[in-house]
């Protein structure tokens, strides 16, 4: 089909199921998600703009733009016809002067599209993998220093001082740090959330000093460590690999048999952790970004 043809139409947040079934549809075929998690979020309460493109009246393409990001993802029997292509074109000159874009899994064609355009690597976010969960809990155990805590994360009580831990903990991290009260809402809101799996460690003192909170959606065999943060002043003292040690245990005992994470590419003490404990590597997302000319 050519790509001469192509329309494109914003699409509301409450008339985006055609979105995310393109979406859906290139995550079974790649085997990997086109929108991460953020971005279906800010679909559903309408912070960034879905945009549909169309070829003939048949869907072929669909993109999530606005806050300097780009999502954008051919439906899998649409490609080879120039649309990823004609669909960025149509885009480009109503974005941000600097956008980014991400690669998940790192498709092939999606960096050819990137550089083609102008877009350059800038980071990259590793998928691990924790293949044989019982054998990873069973091999040592850590314990936390004296006067460490670990208890579950209370909403009423503990929201207050989690922002802010992570906040700190993230000070540098473009998404995670920048993680806000409503952010949190809305993830506590999520099907998936319990509190029970959201652990937090607290000194003798009552302040806390790290979490692991964990992602167990129902009807899966693997869970996920959601996001895992140490206070920096307690850096070195092992309770990141308490706080990761009980996390497993948490997944194993709710019937989990692995277990999966993300990190950053370039954050060699996190990544030294997680191999420790057994994780391998399974993915690599890769974030583009486009530099406006003055």
Do not use: C
Not at 89 to 104: C, F, I, K, M
């Amino acid at each position: 089909m050519s790509s001469g043809a192509l329309t494109v139409r914003r699409v509301a947040s409450e008339h985006a199921a055609a979105v995310l079934a393109i979406a859906d549809a290139a995550r079974d075929a790649d085997g990997i998600d086109p929108f991460n998690e953020q971005a279906r979020l800010d679909i559903a309460s309408g912070r960034r703009t879905a945009q549909l493109a169309e070829a003939g009246g048949v869907p072929v393409a669909v993109a999530v733009t606005g806050r300097d990001e780009l999502d954008l993802v051919v439906a899998p029997g649409e490609r080879g016809h120039g649309h990823g292509t004609a669909f960025l074109e149509r885009l480009l000159p109503e974005l941000e002067a600097d956008v980014s874009a991400w690669s998940h899994g790192d498709h092939p064609a999606a960096r050819a599209l990137a550089s083609s355009h102008g877009f350059e690597p800038v980071r990259t976010l590793l998928e691990l993998r924790l293949p044989d969960l019982a054998a990873a809990v069973l091999r040592d155990a850590a314990v936390p220093a004296d006067g460490i805590r670990i208890s579950a994360f209370d909403p009423a009580q503990d929201a207050a001082d989690w922002l802010e831990l992570n906040a700190r903990t993230f000070a540098t991290h473009p998404e995670q740090g920048a993680v806000t009260a409503t952010d949190l809402a809305e993830r506590m809101a999520e099907p998936w959330f319990d509190a029970e799996d959201f652990l937090v460690a607290r000194g003798a003192d009552g302040r806390m000093l790290g979490y692991d909170w964990l992602k167990l959606e129902p009807g899966y065999d693997e869970g996920e460590i959601y996001v895992l943060g140490v206070d920096p002043g307690a850096a070195g003292s092992g309770l990141g690999r308490a706080l990761l040690e009980a996390g497993l245990r948490r997944m194993l005992a709710k019937g989990r048999s692995q277990a999966s994470l993300y990190a950053e590419g370039d954050n060699a003490r996190a990544l030294a952790l997680y191999r420790r404990a057994g994780f391998v590597d399974a993915a690599v997302d890769v974030q583009f970004r486009r530099r406006g000319v003055a």
